[in-house]
């Protein structure tokens, strides 16, 4: 095709489709008729000779070929705003604007009140969503700009995102108080012999340290006793605090729970690994002014609690 005959306008549409999945919404997204989207998506077919999107019932879903125009199309897209749009100094005491963070629920009980209480003073007009997916549709969103930033602990995220370390996280075993075999310290035995409550969140990698206690199990010739296998943080102290059951969490969940809860946290009696948590954001956002703003103030709240 030539590139001369395509609308810029046509791939806005495109952007939009990609995102919402949906002709409605895109709609009433970029401020047009339902009959102007459907035109622009016909538009779009004949250009390209390919459906692009096509209806089911869960939406409208790209084809393989739309699917590889995505990324190109919306990165392309960004680096165009931010070419044309005036540069925008970022007053944070007047800004009204959302940021959309990615992080697992333990990561939104550790990082969430500290944040929130900076913005109420700070930045008033600031709003915060929390997004729920799993770290591939995280790069995919991020890129595409439904995800501002990502809190936590990510190992696998491709090329184009800038990382900068948090604080370094350890793990400890989090039981209630008057537990009747733990009471002063954790020893060896007692953790073999213990029932265990595993968390598995979506987000972030809390399987590796589970990897990493499934493996020590196995040298020291033990079978781990897995009593319960959770996937949501949701009630953990009011279930450790009415079991004899041990769960391992990061120290800093181990700290906010026993804080307002029966319950004890002990250092584990052997070597486990230690994380770095970090926050992620892709290129696109790597200038914008709101953003850096955000970033410095998470860093500063954040940074060396180690």
Known sequence: MNLR?????L????????????????????NLTQSAVSNALKRLRLAFGDPLFVKTPQGMLPTELATSLASPVTEGLGLIRGAIEAPQDFVPARAQRTFRLYLSDIGQLIFMPKLMATLAVQAPGV??????????????????????????????????????????????ALVRDGHPTIHGELTVENFRNAA????????????????????????????????????????????IAASDLVVCVPTRLGRALSANADLQTY?????????????????????????????NTIFHLFHGED
């Open 5 to 9: 005959s395509l609308d810029l306008n």
């Open 11 to 30: 791939l806005l549409v495109f952007e939009s489709l990609l995102r919402t999945r949906s002709t409605t919404v895109t709609a009433e997204e970029l």
């Open 127 to 172: 709003r915060i969503v929390t997004v729920d997916t799993t770290p591939r549709e995280a790069q995919s969103a991020m890129a595409m700009g439904d995800i501002d930033l990502t809190l936590g602990l990510f190992t696998r995220f491709s090329s184009g995102f800038h990382q900068q370390r948090l604080f370094r996280e350890h793990y400890v």
């Open 196 to 239: 265990h409550a595993v968390y598995r969140p979506t987000a972030g990698h809390h399987d590796v340290f589970e990897t990493a206690v499934e493996q020590w199990f196995a040298r020291s010739g033990h079978q781990r006793h897995v009593a319960l296998r959770m996937a949501h943080s949701m009630g953990l102290s009011a279930l």
């Open 267 to 295: 250092a584990l009696p052997f070597e486990s690994p230690e994380f770095d948590i970090s926050q992620l954001w892709h290129e696109r956002f790597h200038t914008d002014a709101g953003h850096r703003w955000l970033r």
